[in-house]
């Protein structure tokens, strides 16, 4: 059971097939947040065996819930401790929410890339952002919280001045990824030069390149204040097939589905060991210092803070 | 007309099957869904949070008031063209009726793009009208032009030219004779579009979540929020049980209105009523209402074809020859031929399951009319009016026994059923009703056996009414996403969620604009070819 975005090349899974004589039938079930809340109502006659993609932002709510029979791959050991955040399920793989910006059109307004969070708030940037909505969208989310983790709630200047000093600055707020990044985004006809995105977005368009691959990206990546997201895969309880379900997570960590994961979801593997393609490494951004917030405390939050942004910025 | 007809003209055979299959069709995959999953939420704090929270009454108010706006204006813009579909011929009709069909199908995320980039930052308009209302209304109309031209215009190209033209000899104006003489005829199918497009204006998901911006949210967009970001399923149900209960108010009043109104009339063969345009001033209200319909509609529409061309920094077919394999650098999900074929495959199920259930349906609410024949109406199109979060999540919890399908990819085509139901319903109701019941008891009193006199008057007719049915059966399956990605299904991609998830890529938005294209093409054929079967020998109805 997964999400909309997994993507998995059709020679890893027969690889598996293969090893173990297990056949993987794939179960799609909306975006991250509709699968996990799929994943608890029926969590007494589960839909599948193993759940993959549950993030940092819905990790807590799930293993609260008691949706896994707990098990972490021993191959796990080798994957950085930032990346275990619960040993009830196995990290597989992370990517990092980050600003996107348009050389061009940043070049054309006459600043340079903001080097850090805090620059946004400058009237040099008025105007030239484009976010999206928390409560709707995933990466917005992610970006709320990386300002949370970077002005924090106790600190003199708190995430709620710079999302005040923003909404004063004229950020624009798209409902969902797409609409920002293809119609608000200065790169895709749009009007401004800044957008919140993902690291992975300038491989991406190489990748993807319409006809000749470009020799230089057209935009760049803001290292400060990424927001990290682990994806975890995890052993649905109530399974009656434990044996092949664990081999399953054991094989998503494994270097074979490891190395397929970079080009086909855009994200970085888990494991340490697998070799990750050059035209995702050479465009990928890796942040100097990413953030990132407890599940435990976004699980308590979520609701007031986005409730709270709502105020802030739409109101 | 009056309730209790003598036996012998009531039609037709299979009676208890009439209520009896749609009621399980129904009670199964929609009723007892909605029941377990609202059950499982309901909760007096949930009310209260509703009730209390100035936001999510703001929401309700939103909610109603756009819907309405969307479905005058749609009524109205609609209209001329509905009445040129049907009182004339001209080169093309056939191609343009399906043509028309076209907006109907298109995803919200594809209808969306192709809107911002006509009226969104740096639009080819030149206007900016992103999170906005008039962009959302826009949308609306744009999405169920369709819905009006073909319902309205399915009766009125029915109706009988000598009654006008009889108004006129006795001396009535043009306006006159339309205001005291169709419109009164034309009733129950304006009333039957207007339903529809309030209901799917209603319960607007995709359409206000893009063109809205954030600032703008309906009951259906609140729904989804509670339920898939907060599983906060006290909150949703309480939403949930607001729209229904307002839904439900809707039609209730609509089906007594229905009733009560509806006039017996001679439906006329199409061949009769509608002839080529004559003399300059038909000829350009014809030109003038086609061309501004298709600039309207055509519009959004082209800019999809556009940006499906635009590659590599120029124009070529790069984005569709891209789509032709699986495979390759970065993988591709799917082929456009694997989605295609699971579309189609989709389609025809959710198809024979809508047109099965609605004539059937349709006959009970038709001839029976009493309180029972009311209720079953609004139920039948409570679909319509239910968020598809909330359907989805009620199949998790209703449908793992006596046979679990939860996971079974029967599942897809039910839902589209679901909602393509109140279409074959709406579209074949009126002219079951409009069929004269003189001309039935004549058939009977010359000695024809109620069987026969079902299958020689009211067959024929009601067959093509079906047959428009089945178009749109087949055109909203073809189209659905937002149920279809709820659902928890086998992994066998529509062409609408391979668009989705084409877009979710950086990148690939030119494959996402291809992908529509063939989407668009792929709807047009397939209504085409549908409304191509002819029933009966009574001439095009």
Redesign the interface.
């Given at each position: 059971?997964t999400h909309?975005?997994f993507?998995?090349?059709?020679d890893v899974l027969a690889a598996f097939t293969s090893e173990t004589g297990v056949e993987v039938?794939?179960?799609?079930?909306?975006?991250a947040?509709?699968m996990v809340?799929?994943a608890?109502?029926?969590k007494d006659?589960p839909?599948?065996d193993v759940l993959f993609g549950v993030d940092t932002t819905f990790l807590s709510?799930a293993v609260e819930a008691g949706i896994f029979d707990p098990y972490e791959s021993p191959a796990a050991s080798a994957v950085p401790a930032d990346l275990r955040l619960d040993p009830a399920v196995t990290p597989i793989d992370f990517g990092d929410v980050c600003l996107n910006y348009d050389r061009a059109a940043l070049e054309a307004a006459g600043v340079p890339p903001p080097a850090a969070l805090r620059d946004l708030t400058d009237p040099a940037y008025r105007g030239l952002l484009v976010v999206e909505?928390p409560?709707?969208s995933s990466p917005g989310?992610a970006f709320l919280l990386a300002t949370i983790a970077t002005f924090p709630e106790d600190a003199g200047y708190t995430w709620r001045d710079f999302w005040t000093e923003l909404a004063a600055n004229d950020v624009?707020?798209?409902?969902?990824?797409?609409?920002a990044?293809?119609?608000?985004f200065?790169f895709?006809?749009?009007?401004?030069p800044l957008v919140v995105?993902?690291a992975s977005?300038p491989p991406?368009?190489?990748?993807?390149?319409?006809?000749?691959p470009p020799a230089e990206v057209s935009t760049g990546v803001v290292t400060d204040g990424c927001f990290r997201q682990v994806e975890f895969a995890g052993v649905l309880a109530g399974t009656d097939r434990r044996d092949d379900a664990r081999a399953l997570v054991d094989f998503m960590l494994g270097l074979e589905f490891q190395e397929d994961v970079p080009?086909?979801m855009?994200v970085f593997p888990a494991n340490p060991e697998a070799a990750i393609p050059d035209v995702f490494l050479d465009h990928t951004a890796i942040p100097t210092r990413p953030v990132t917030v407890d599940p435990a405390a976004i699980e308590t939050n979520?609701?007031q803070w986005?409730e709270t942004w709502t105020q802030l910025v739409?109101r | 007309m009056d309730a209790a007809r003598p036996a012998l003209t009531r039609p037709p055979p299979l009676a208890g099957l009439r209520v009896l299959v749609p009621a399980v069709f129904l009670g199964w995959f929609f009723v007892y869904p909605l029941a377990r999953i609202l059950g499982?939420g309901m909760s007096a704090d949930g009310f209260r949070e509703v009730l209390t929270d100035t936001g999510l009454l703001e929401v309700a108010w939103f909610t109603v008031w756009q819907a309405a706006v969307s479905t005058t204006l749609t009524m109205v813009l609609a209209l001329p063209a509905a009445y040129v579909f049907a009182r004339f011929e001209f080169p093309g009709k056939a191609a343009a009726r399906a043509l028309l069909t076209v907006p109907f199908v298109l995803p919200t995320?594809v209808v969306?793009?192709a809107f911002?980039?006509l009226a969104?930052?740096?639009g080819a308009l030149g206007v900016r009208w992103?999170e906005s209302v008039g962009l959302i209304l826009a949308a609306h109309v744009f999405y169920n032009f369709a819905v009006v031209v073909r319902t309205v215009g399915g009766l009125w190209s029915h109706l009988d030219p000598r009654l006008v033209a009889a108004a006129r000899v006795l001396g009535a104006s043009p306006w006159q004779a339309f205001r005291r003489v169709t419109l009164p005829l034309l009733r129950p199918a304006l009333a039957a579009a207007g339903s529809i497009v309030f209901l799917f204006s209603f319960t607007s998901f995709g359409v206000v979540?893009?063109l809205?911006?954030?600032?703008f949210a309906t009951l259906e967009?609140e729904i989804y929020?509670q339920?898939?970001?907060?599983?906060?399923l006290g909150v949703a149900a309480a939403l949930a049980v607001l729209q229904l209960a307002g839904v439900t108010a809707i039609l209730l009043a609509y089906s007594r209105y229905q009733e009560r109104r509806t006039v017996e009339q001679t439906l006329r063969p199409v061949a009769e009523a509608a002839r080529r345009p004559r003399g300059w001033r038909e000829r350009l209200l014809v030109a003038g209402v086609l061309g501004s319909s298709a600039v309207a509609l055509g519009a959004p529409l082209l800019v999809l074809v556009e940006r499906s061309l635009?590659?590599?920094?120029g124009y070529?077919l790069?984005?569709y020859r891209?789509l032709g394999s699986?495979?390759g650098?970065?993988?591709l999900?799917t082929s456009a031929t694997e989605a295609i074929g699971n579309s189609l495959g989709f389609a025809a199920v959710a198809t024979v399951l809508a047109v099965v259930v609605g004539m059937l349906a349709a006959s009970v609410v038709a001839y029976r009319r009493d309180r029972v024949s009311r209720w079953f109406d609004a139920l039948l199109m409570l679909p319509l009016g239910t968020s598809a979060?909330t359907i989805?999540?009620g199949f998790?919890?209703a449908l793992?026994w006596p046979v679990?399908l939860?996971?079974s990819w029967i599942l897809v085509p039910i839902a589209h059923s679901l909602v393509a139901i109140p279409f074959v319903v709406r579209t074949v109701v009126p002219v079951m009703r409009s069929v004269r019941a003189r001309l039935r008891e004549a058939a009977a009193v010359l000695g024809a056996p109620p069987g026969q006199v079902w299958r020689e008057i009211d067959l024929p007719m009601i067959a093509r009414a079906g047959l428009v049915g089945a178009g749109f059966a087949f055109a909203i399956s073809l189209g659905e996403f937002g149920a279809t990605?709820?659902?928890?299904?086998?992994?066998r991609p529509t062409l609408p969620?391979a668009i989705?998830?084409f877009?979710?890529?950086?990148?690939?938005?030119?494959?996402a604009m291809a992908m529509s294209v063939i989407l668009m093409v792929v709807t047009a054929a397939a209504v085409l070819l549908i409304e191509r079967f002819r029933v009966g020998h009574v001439g095009e109805f």
């Open positions: 059971m909309e975005s993507l998995v090349s059709d039938e794939i179960l799609r079930a909306g975006d947040g509709a809340n799929q608890i109502l029926t006659a839909l599948a709510r909505n409560a709707t989310l624009a707020v798209a409902s969902g990824w797409e609409e990044y293809y119609s608000t200065s895709s006809g749009g009007d401004r995105s993902y977005s991406a368009e190489i990748v993807f390149a319409e006809g000749e080009l086909n855009f979520r609701e986005i739409l | 499982r995320v969306g793009s911002l980039a969104g930052p740096g992103d979540l893009i809205g911006g954030a600032r967009v929020r339920t898939t970001s907060f599983l906060d635009r590659f590599g920094g070529g790069g984005n891209a699986r495979g650098r970065g993988g999900f979060v989805g999540f998790l919890l793992g679990d939860r996971t990605s709820f659902i928890a299904r086998p992994d969620i989705f998830r877009l979710g890529l950086p990148g690939r938005f030119g494959q």
